[in-house]
């Protein structure tokens, strides 16, 4: 991959060729000799402090491209900002958050847009490239495949007994150490590995994204609960009653492709559908590609098995 464009390539077919369009995690064209990774994400703060929602945000925005194999090498802000509610100074901090994470992954900060509004929110859209060769789809499952995950599920219950003010702040550390943990190395190892699907864990939960994995495919994921990894008090606030509006939603998306043993009561189904801010990559490959993971030291778990099927999820 050259470092220019050039235009020469262009000739004859416009400006550029779309390689992956909408429905992915990040869209990517082709654009001379370079192979361009887009995407944008934007959220409501899920910290109190502003500093670490953006560096939290811009990680969750970065985490795109890293779930399509690519690297980030430039971002735009996006915010929108109460200046009626807050000071100035809110807005810098979180800017000054997510220069900082940018700057742990060789990515710039290279202008931004903000906009009155009532409520807070803050994101990165993120340009990145990627070598054509790596470009890991969210589609391509194969029967006899092992089904990875690279971080712990929970974010969103412990987010949201914070915000009700069920956990105290030091509570929420595990979970924003976690928000706080790149995709890249994950992302380097699923390329690696030549790993055959790969999407990041967000909005939609596990469920929801491994059903994504599954659209216009042949194939089932065989999950098996006890071994999806999940932060220390997931399961006693889950208990409480203590879960974000996202996993019912998610839950009752899923619900017709999902099937779930006896033993899998509604607590861990929402658990399973919980909707996460910088979550780990949900990643298939083959089970002799296993030991690139093995022998790193990155976090993952072997949460299930891709059988042939109809695209459904098997939760035992
Ligand atoms: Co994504
Ligand atoms: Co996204």
């Not at 400006?15 to 990774?37: E, H, K």
């Not at 900082?100 to 929110?121: M, R, W």
Request: glycine share 12%.
């Amino acid at each position: 991959m050259g470092p220019l464009y050039d235009a020469e390539l262009d000739k004859g077919r416009g400006t550029g060729q779309i390689i992956v369009g909408p429905g992915d995690d990040a869209g990517i064209y082709r654009l001379g000799n370079m192979t361009i990774v887009e995407t944008v994400d934007f959220m409501t703060p899920i910290v109190n402090d502003p500093f670490l929602f953006g560096a939290i945000s811009a990680i969750n925005s970065l985490s795109d491209v890293y779930a399509m194999g690519g690297r980030p090498v430039a971002a735009m802000a996006v915010a929108a900002f109460p200046s009626c509610d807050y000071d100035i100074g809110v807005l810098k901090a979180i800017l000054k958050g997510a220069i900082d994470s940018l700057k742990k992954t060789g990515a710039f900060l290279i202008g931004g847009h903000s906009i009155n509004a009532v409520e807070l929110q803050f994101g990165l859209a993120v340009t990145g490239v990627v070598n054509e060769d790596d470009i890991l789809k969210v589609g391509g499952a194969r029967d006899g495949d092992l089904l990875l995950l690279t971080k712990p599920l929970g974010i969103g219950i412990l987010t949201t007994a914070l915000k009700n003010r069920a956990i105290e702040d030091d509570e929420i550390n595990e979970a924003v150490n976690w928000m706080l943990t790149i995709n890249d190395v994950a992302s380097r190892l699923a390329v690696q590995a030549k790993a055959s699907a790969c999407t990041d864990v967000t909005g939609f939960g596990l469920l929801g994204h491994a059903n994504n994995m599954l659209r216009d495919t042949t194939a089932d994921f065989i999950i098996s609960y006890d071994d999806v990894p999940k932060l220390q008090k997931t399961r006693e606030l889950a208990g409480r009653g203590i879960c974000p509006g996202g996993a019912y939603k998610n839950l009752s998306f899923v619900s017709g492709s999902a099937e779930f043993a006896k033993h899998i009561d509604k607590e861990r189904q929402l658990i399973l559908s919980d909707p996460q801010t910088s979550g780990g990559l949900l990643i298939t490959l083959a089970p002799d590609k296993l030991k690139i993971f093995e022998e790193s030291n990155v976090f993952y778990a072997v949460i299930g098995r891709v059988v042939k099927g109809s695209g459904k999820i098997v939760v035992e």
